[in-house]
Structures are given as C-alpha cells and as structure tokens.
C-alpha cells in the first residue's frame, strides 16, 4: 500500500509540475489521414467531375482583372460571359502553386507547418452575437469580445491559431470595423491571425498598419502573420465581384489567402454529398487559377467547406454527421492534390456549451482531423450554427481539440513502446501491477492526455469537491484570464504610432496599457 501511495504522490507531483514542450502528448501539426472516407475509385470520380466543372459550367460574373489575368493563364472567356478554365491550365495552376505552406505568427514559436497531412484548429466564424452563459442569454457582439476572445485563445495550447469570431457591432463604419477587427485578434495574440474585409480599399489600409507592427513592408513580407479569409466564390459557381479585389490586393500585398467556397448542400450546392464536395473543389481550384495569374506561388490555402442544410427547414446544421463527412472527404482530395488545406468542422447548433455542443463539436472536428485537414477552422467556440461564439467555450473546446489531437497522433509502435521487459519484470516479480514502474512514470505524460475540464473524479471526491459544474469552472477561467492576461508582443511605440495613423476603437486601457 506504501508503494501506491508514493506512486500516486509521484505522479500527482509530476502532473502539477509545468509539461516541457518535447514530452508534451500532442504537438500543432499532428500527422492525419488515418480516415479516408473516399475509395480510390471515388476519388477518380469526384476528380474528374472537379475538372469536367471547371472546363464545361466555369464561372459567371468575373471581374475585368480576373478575366484578363486568367485568360492570359490560359482560361476561355465564353459568349455566354462564364469564364471557362480548361483542365491543362488546372493542372499547371497546381504545379505553380505553394504546396509546402507557413502560416507565421507574430511570436515563430506558433508558425504553423501546412505541409502534408498536418494537423492544426483555429478559430472562425462571423457570429453577430456572443453566446453568454454566464448570464444566460445573447447579445450583440462587440470589439471587446473580439479582443477578449484572442486573448482566451492565447492561452489555449490546442487552438494553434486565431480567426475572427465575430463581428464588432459596436463599430458601424465599415472600414473602421475592418480595420479594428484585425487589430483587436493582432493584439490579443500573437498566434497566427486570419480576418475579412469588405472592400479593397480596407485591405489597403490594414496593410499599412501591418506593415507598421511588423517592423516595416519587407519584414511583414518575410513573416506575414495575417492571412485573408475571402468568400471570392457565391455558389454555385459564380464569383463575388468585391471579394475578388479584396483577394487581388491581399496577393498583391504579400498576405496569405483562404480561398474560401462555403456552399451549404441541399441550397447552394447539390443534395448529393459527392456532387457537393466536386462543387466546393472546382470552386476553390478556380480561385487558385486566378490567384497564381497574379502571382505564381502566392501562399494560399483551399477552403473547400460545403456546409450542410437540415432539409427538412432548410436551416444551416453545422453540427450534423454529415458535416464531418463532407470535410473529411474535401481533406482527403486535399491530401491526393497535395496542397494546403482548410475546412471547417466544429461549429454546433446548440446555443450553449451542453451535451449537445460537446458531441457534435467531438464528432466533426475529430472527422476532419483524422482525415488531415491542414487547418481545421470554427473548431472552437461557435454556437447556433454560427450565429453565437462564447468565449467560455472556447476553454471546454480547448480540452475536446487536445482529445482529438492525441487521437490523431495514434500509437508508436517500437521495441520501447512494446514494453516487453516491463512485462516480465512486473510478471515474474510478483508485484502484478504497473502502477509504480519507472516507465509508468515516463510516459504518463508524453502517451496521455489530460482534461484541464474534464471531471474524472469518483462520485465521492466530486461530492466531497462542492459537485463543481464543468461550465462554471470554465467562467472563473474566463473571469481569471481576462483580469491578468494581456498580450504585450506589440510594444507600446508601435501602438502608439498606429493609434497616431488609423481609427483605433479600443482605448489603451481596454488593452491593459496605461
């Protein structure tokens, strides 16, 4: 008994103490692929398709610039005025293209390697209203909360990098919300940020100021650490004329880009799972043929992320069964095209952090991670399909993504992780149990995960504990993160001058400066 309880003692001491990032059980950019829920011959199948799209429907509503670049890449502008991309000048789109792609964070410590089957989560979403437990209700969503919610997401090991989560409603020009978006999330964090923009000329304007937090131009081209998130496409197959200056400007301006086709099947894409995910493809290759005529090799990620409708209301389900399968199927053409790759799985059509959250958020994060999707975007935080993100979510979800990290991981197989010696040493000692063993100890962290949330408690201990609730630890997690952690990677010099050149909407307190 004296031997179980040093043992429990060791391993409690040992759990307590701060992880070094080599034993830590999962690491950003976890190998998948493990799920490949297309046979080969589907995968021929929906390629082609892909292609037949491309060469024979094209695109409508093409704007003068991408016309001519595109067709000068080889692309056939049609009488009927739909731009017509032949499957030769798909093809060598593709082999121009950035394959082995890093997105840079402010601090490189979270550069995110896009290569291969590469795992990582990130934020995402447009919700208009913030998900608020606390208070048991919903409101409209403000700079603030953009801020406060890249500040949370700073402090969560397994969300590698933050995209907007809402929509700063307290700001109504739209330039100035554009412009403060993406300072509120560079401010917050210094992971990786991705944003929106609703003209070029904003994209203009927040180039200028990035340009000053990095240090100057040829340093923000060196390590860009934004990136934009562009809807160039309105399914089915037709471009956003804005959006496509938006995009062009990005390019131009040395800023990464997720090509983004956000279909929802059923309405904007077909029904048929297969046909939707060719759609979102063919859509998201049309968007990097126009990008690599401006620019060969400009970094971009394909977004391809059909979302599902309940076809019974015709309602947005982002937490269905279905919706993890689609994104699991784009990924696996996303490992067979080799390119960097991004979908969106995670977001739930429960209002609150509950059961339902939990599982759906589970189910489809862990059926895209397993499948390798490079980036996972609206992985954390986003309720009522999109409408609502809850900061205290994004803490519980911070504890889901680590579990589906660590199943990703899968299992090493090798002469030490087959513990032969342990075996018979424990066997034949007479001790019957490996709860006290040197290499329980050594790997207690590096092979498992454990829940910063998660109650695993007996009934008793928990009893004994008050009956904590997981939600209301999450909220004094919240409360305790938002009173003391303030980002400072941005000196005090540089806010200064951007607070000297640009319509910053939060005041330097607000941010924890004097």
């Given at each position: 008994m004296a031997r179980q309880s040093g043992g429990r003692k060791a391993r409690r001491a040992l759990r307590s103490a701060p992880l070094a990032d080599a034993l830590k059980p999962v690491h950003p950019g976890e190998a998948g692929g493990q799920f490949r829920p297309l046979k080969a011959a589907d995968v021929e199948a929906i390629n082609a398709n892909v292609f037949r799209i491309l060469e024979q429907v094209g695109f409508g509503d093409a704007t003068p610039h991408c016309i001519e670049t595109c067709t000068s890449a080889g692309a056939v502008l049609g009488d009927d005025g739909r731009l017509r991309m032949p499957r030769a000048v798909v093809e060598n789109t593709m082999k121009l293209a950035r394959h082995n792609l890093v997105l840079h964070g402010q601090d490189p410590a979270h550069d995110l390697d896009l290569s291969g089957s590469k795992v990582h989560f990130a934020t995402a979403g447009a919700a208009v209203m913030v998900a608020d437990p606390e208070n048991n209700l919903y409101r409209e969503s403000t700079a603030q909360d953009l801020y406060d919610m890249a500040r949370i997401t700073d402090t969560c090991d397994h969300i590698h990098m933050f995209q907007r989560t809402c929509v700063l409603r307290d700001i109504t020009d739209n330039y100035e919300m554009d412009l403060n978006t993406t300072y509120c999330a560079v401010m917050g964090t210094s992971k990786h940020v991705g944003s929106s923009w609703t003209e070029a000329v904003h994209v203009e304007k927040t180039l200028e100021m990035l340009y000053l937090i990095a240090g100057g131009e040829a340093a923000w081209r060196a390590r860009p650490f934004v990136s934009q998130s562009n809807c160039f496409v309105v399914p089915p197959m037709k471009f956003a004329q804005e959006s496509l200056e938006c995009l062009r400007v990005a390019v131009e301006g040395g800023m990464p880009v997720l090509l983004l086709s956000a279909g929802q099947a059923g309405a904007t894409t077909p029904a048929c799972l297969a046909a939707a995910v060719s759609q979102a493809w063919a859509e998201c290759l049309g968007g990097l043929v126009y990008v690599n005529a401006i620019e060969p090799g400009a970094p971009a990620i394909l977004g391809a992320w059909p979302f599902v409708s309940d076809l019974r209301t015709g309602a947005m389900s982002g937490g269905s069964p279905e919706q993890g399968l689609l994104s699991a199927a784009c990924a696996q053409m996303g490992n067979v095209y080799d390119l960097p790759f991004g979908t969106a799985c995670g977001m739930t059509d429960s209002k609150f952090p509950d059961f339902q959250a939990g599982a759906e958020r589970a189910a489809t994060t862990l059926a895209a991670a397993l499948s390798g999707a490079n980036i996972v975007y609206e992985s954390a935080g986003m309720y009522a399909s999109l409408l609502g993100a809850c900061p205290e979510s994004l803490l519980l979800d911070n504890d889901v993504l680590g579990a589906a990290l660590r199943v990703t991981r899968g299992i090493e197989v090798n002469a030490e992780t087959l513990s032969f010696d342990e075996i018979e040493q424990v066997c034949t000692s007479g001790e019957g149990h490996y709860l006290g063993s040197d290499k329980t100890l050594k790997v207690m962290q590096s092979e498992y995960i454990y829940p910063d949330f998660g109650d695993r408690s007996s009934p008793n201990v928990w009893e004994e504990s008050g009956k904590p609730i997981m939600l209301q630890k999450a909220i004094e997690?919240?409360?305790?993160?938002?009173?003391?952690?303030?980002p400072n990677h941005v000196s005090d010099s540089t806010d200064y001058e951007v607070?000297?050149?640009?319509?910053?909407?939060?005041?330097?307190?607000?941010?924890?400066?004097?």
């Open positions: 997690k919240k409360r305790s993160i938002l009173a003391g952690h303030f607070r000297a050149k640009f319509p910053i909407f939060l005041s330097r307190e607000a941010i924890g400066r004097n």
